[in-house]
């Protein structure tokens, strides 16, 4: 069985007691797109600007455990700035690292299973948590919410 | 009916299945057990009785709830029995194999979910004449309340769909609700051409395949059906367990049924958000140990080997419908299609004038088990113009020797029955 | 809170209990597992699992079908469990106890049956701020359906229900449906007091009492309620079992609600005849193995005693509130009322600020099996102003040690969490 | 366990071969009153001709295992001629003889534990039904009938 170092490592603990880009952000310009956690409790708020298919700017804003925290600390820094599709392409490769064991229940399986050749950075801090699979639900919910968000504010502009 | 008369080809090592069974190892009035009423529910195999055991002994707690170790377990060990139950019925999607109490939850479930976001007063629903009550009442609860109207497919002399007016009957149809195999005639539909026929009538099919499931190859993706419900208890698994097996388009689309934890996303005060499939439609506490042990008797199902039992079956039915009508001749009525290909092994007897009741009395006073009844079809009764009939179901286990045994007690009713007392 | 400090005066042996449990002698992380969810599923003793196992092995057969030997036995086993659910609860007859999956069916079974048929716009049901989801849902179902009025009862700050203007909320109801006890501030609400005053109000009452009936005495005549609805797995039964009781009249007056097997009298092609009680709510096969071991549960908890299980519970309730409080200080909330003659077993709590799916992270390492999580209660974690706790549940097979652990739980994973890295 | 003897006693035998006031009154004058027996298919008509507080005439037609058609020819020849006072008298004690295992789900079991002192002459041949629980619901299918005729028809006048 994993110890629980291999869940919490330094650098989460560390985004989960200093989030980064923590706050709401002014709607409109930004766009903010919401995710639950039905198995926690954990809700999480991302707000996006996107301008000229770029993130100019993303908060989060909510609660939840540290590994979902932590997750959404990352993710702000990894895609701050980065164009629309360069942020689909993280997302992808955050979830592709989070599914190793294709524990995602929904939709079909086929395809996604090599990990696009992203690098992750901070974020690799957080492979561990597929050995807690339980914990999974918590690293991808901000993830999640951002996709959905992203997809959202498209349609909308 | 053309295989050699006195060899068969018993695909199944039976005596080795039999051995699996703790059951049939009993002894009724100092006779084993011949049990031959697995339409109404199978026996267990060892296998899955360990199964269960395991379960509440190593893992057991609720699912999807719990960040520990044994909550891990029982969450992850439901979800692979989800897949487990995919791959058996060849569902594209695990997210579409929603667990329910029985196959009659899962029938209501559509009755309730779909049938009241979209049908009204005009609309119009085929069932055929050989449904059981479960395949019925919920569609009549329907058309109670909402005005619906009702259609009986015929069927032809030797009890199969009469298919002569389908696509007539099927005009205006909004859903085509029909069994896979009959659990009193044993006759097989032909699902995918009633499929297509609903399709092409802009209807949508449900196949209560309760029957079929567990006796049979099933696939949901060359079937082409919309929803498919069957049941654990028929298939070598526990009590309290059915499955509903729906298009991801459909269930998306309709609203949730039953109503509590496990299906929302968020609830608050002004009202909830209904969860992704499957859970949507699960709520409360899903019957945990039930559905894994569903799995386990898939896995004991395909280590057999489907084509392997349905052949099995084919034989074994040829060989009653033979020896019976040989010995028994026009003292026996045996309902449904002659043609083994064309049906299980569900053998409704009516004998002489023996009432059905009173026949499988004096075949359970020999330890042989047969069910009495109307078989939960009454309207089908009807029609074949009997209150009731002794019905004899084969599964895996049973072998020749359970026919001939079912055969002398035939005699010993007639017997007893027709012996002037004066 | 006012026993002497150090000598409990525990009524059960614990020891012997838990040598009854197979699971509780489970090792995690070469740790004994210490179960302290039983708020979400108890634990199964070896009693209740043999029932399960001898029911497979000896007399499993459909019930109420078969003249034969075994479905006889099976029927009056499962008809034997009625009676002992009726027995247990204190029920006028056991006709009035229907069997569904869980907990939530029942609920569901009244709003879709008895609340469909009784309730339309301008109509009120009044619940309370303290309700899991499956005693909210079913009535926002409802409510959106029909146009009903869903009232909120209020909590005082220690998590008791405030009747201040109970007479007031009630005015114009037509239900009162309320837990008997919290599942996650371990309240337990003045059932007959409720009831009273639902009934001097004209109003019906419904009782979750999932989580009462597992843990104290429980008498339906006394409480003079309406509807009461509970859940097999919690209290030492099976999954895919759960009970609700109801008045005959009551019963007798409803529609059914899902429909096939069993549920029917008669069944022609124009319309059906429902069955007599209870059968007309137990459409299909039902979860028989299941029933019979909740009978065979019941039989369990009346060896002990259900007043023994009160007295354990509330003797180590006040070790935990006290012993908590003593070393943890301000670092522990726990929630809830103080006075342990008002509450159940059940300790929501939030430590320092480590979020409660990190506590039972950390616990779990230690194999102490803690619930983290909202408990299927926003409304009521909003109203507490937390997204989560973390919710540790005590039962008979708990004791002392369990909540030492625990206790050092805590501790452990306040160093952790404010460890600081650099 | 319980053998055939038991339940086929001759005496029944011989009133299903033979069946006593078996066909249809005409209605009015006569009430029919009709009932299932959900588990096993079968299904009664009573036929009940009642007047002045007496059964005039008494029939039978329907379908039925051996059991529940002797039973119903056994109840015709004990309440025909009956004052409806005494036809109560004796479902009350044929009852009473079916539910000695109190296997008589519906309704409380408070009371009626003792038979009542009413002779039951041949029927008495049925009293090893109760060996067999799932049959006395065959056997009691006529009774419970005779007894919602004899409501129904003291309601109708
Ligand atoms: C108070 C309360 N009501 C209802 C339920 C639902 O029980 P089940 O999930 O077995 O339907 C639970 C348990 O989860 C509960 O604690
Ligand atoms: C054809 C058919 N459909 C539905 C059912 C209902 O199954 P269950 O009683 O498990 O819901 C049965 C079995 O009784 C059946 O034979």
């Known amino acids: 069985m994993a110890g629980l170092e291999d869940l919490y490592r330094e650098i989460i603990l560390d985004h989960y007691r200093n989030p980064r880009n923590r706050g709401e952000l002014e709607t409109p310009p930004a766009h903010m797109a919401e995710g639950f956690n039905p198995l926690c409790g954990d809700e999480i708020q991302v707000f996006l600007h996107v301008d000229d298919d770029t993130i100019r700017d993303v908060s989060i804003s909510g609660q939840g455990c540290s590994i979902s925290q932590s997750s959404a600390s990352m993710m702000t820094t990894a895609v701050m700035g980065k164009t629309v599709d360069e942020a689909h392409q993280v997302i992808r490769a955050f979830k592709a690292m989070m599914s190793i064991h294709g524990d995602d229940l929904g939709g079909d399986s086929t395809g996604e299973a090599q990990e696009p050749a992203v690098g992750l950075g901070d974020l690799e801090a957080l492979r561990g948590v597929v050995k807690f699979p339980v914990r999974i639900k918590c690293a991808t919910l901000a993830w999640n919410t951002l996709d959905q968000g992203l997809n959202e504010s498209a349609s909308a502009s | 009916m053309t295989p050699p008369p006195d060899s068969i080809d018993m695909s199944l090592d039976t005596a080795a299945i039999k051995a699996d069974f703790p059951l049939l190892k009993q002894e009724v009035n100092g006779q084993p057990i011949v049990y031959l009423d697995s339409g109404a529910t199978s026996q267990k195999p060892r296998q899955v009785l360990d ?10 707690a609720n699912v999807h709830r719990g960040a520990y170790h044994i909550a891990e377990q029982a969450t992850s060990a439901m979800e692979d029995a989800r897949e487990a139950v995919q791959r058996f019925i060849g569902a594209p999607s695990s997210s579409e194999i929603i667990f329910t109490k ?3 939850e899962a029938i209501n479930l559509v009755a309730y979910s779909w049938g009241r976001a979209n049908l009204t007063e005009g609309d119009a629903i085929l069932i055929t004449a050989l449904e059981h009550h479960a395949n019925i009442v919920p569609w009549q609860q329907l058309a109670a309340e909402r005005g619906v109207e009702i259609r009986w497919l015929p069927l032809t002399d030797d009890g199969r769909l009469d298919l002569t007016d389908l696509d007539q009957m099927l005009d205006g149809v909004s859903l085509f609700a029909f069994s896979a195999a009959s659990n009193v005639l044993g006759t097989l539909t032909p699902v ?3 499929a297509d026929a609903a399709h092409g009538a802009g209807a949508l099919c449900l196949v209560d395949a309760s029957q079929a499931v567990p006796h049979m190859p099933t696939d949901v993706t060359e079937w082409d059906c919309d929803f498919m419900a069957f049941t654990g208890h028929k298939m070598c698994g526990p009590t309290g367990v059915g499955v509903l097996w729906g298009r991801t388009e459909l269930l998306d689309a309709m609203p949730p049924f039953l109503g509590g934890g496990e299906m929302i996303l968020n609830v608050t005060r002004e009202g909830f958000v209904p969860n992704e499939l499957p859970w949507k439609f699960e709520a409360g506490t899903p019957p945990i140990a039930e559905i894994i042990g569903l799995g386990s008797a898939i896995t004991y199902l395909e280590a057999i ?11 074994l039915t040829d060989y009653a419908l033979r020896t019976l009508r040989e010995r028994h001749g026009d003292d026996l009525i045996i309902h449904g299609p002659v043609d083994t290909t064309k049906r299980g092994g569900v053998l409704s007897i009516c004998y002489r004038d023996v009432h059905p009741h009173d026949l499988s009395q004096v075949l359970d006073q020999r ?11 009454k309207p089908l009764m009807k029609l074949l113009g009997v209150g009731a009939t002794a019905r004899a179901s084969l599964y895996i286990y049973n072998d020749e020797s359970d026919v001939d045994l079912l055969s002398d007690g ?13």
Chains 1, 4 share one sequence.
């Open chain 2, 410 to 422: 035939l005699a010993e009713a007639g017997d007893f029955f027709s012996h002037q007392p004066d």
């Open chain 2, 367 to 377: 330890g042989i088990c047969v069910r009495a009844g109307h078989h939960c079809a």
């Open chain 2, 192 to 194: 995918r051409q009633l």
């Open chain 2, 305 to 315: 080997g489907m084509d392997a039992v349905r052949a099995h079956e084919v034989a």
């Open chain 2, 102 to 104: 029985n196959a009659t």
């Open chain 2, 51 to 60: 199964t269960l055991d395991r379960y509440y002994e190593e893992i057991n």
